[in-house]
Nanobody, 120 residues
């Protein structure tokens, strides 16, 4: 009944920025926690950034200082702000989220992914 949808990917030049969004399909939903992953062709999926229920965050070493994960005030969207993008950041980015909706807690909801391509 509740889905998670990523958006904001695209083609960007090295050094550029993008902001990815992870949104619950029900507007009154509340995202309790979320993790951004990415997967490039031929490579294993890797954790990029994590937002926990207490508001704490953590990041992969490869993106520390460049990426920021955050949740909006209504708690129904989680963002990944990406700066100083490198070609190595090229991947499909996925959101996995735990979502409250009405009386149900939905765990481990995966979005469909959004493509980020960093190239000149």
């Amino acid at each position: 009944q509740v889905q998670v949808v990523e958006s904001g990917g695209g083609l960007v030049q090295p050094g550029g920025s993008l902001r990815l969004s992870c949104a619950a399909s029900k507007s009154i939903s509340s995202i309790n926690a979320a993790v951004w992953y990415r997967q490039a062709p031929g490579k294993e999926r890797e954790l990029v950034a994590r937002f926990t229920s207490d508001g704490s965050t953590n990041y992969a070493d490869s993106v520390k200082g460049r990426f920021t994960i955050s949740r909006d005030d209504r708690k129904n969207k989680v963002y990944l702000q990406m700066k100083s993008l490198k070609p190595e950041d090229t991947a499909v980015y996925y959101c996995n989220a735990d979502v409250y909706y009405l009386a149900t807690y939905y765990r481990n909801l995966w979005g469909q992914g959004t493509q980020v391509t960093v190239s000149s």
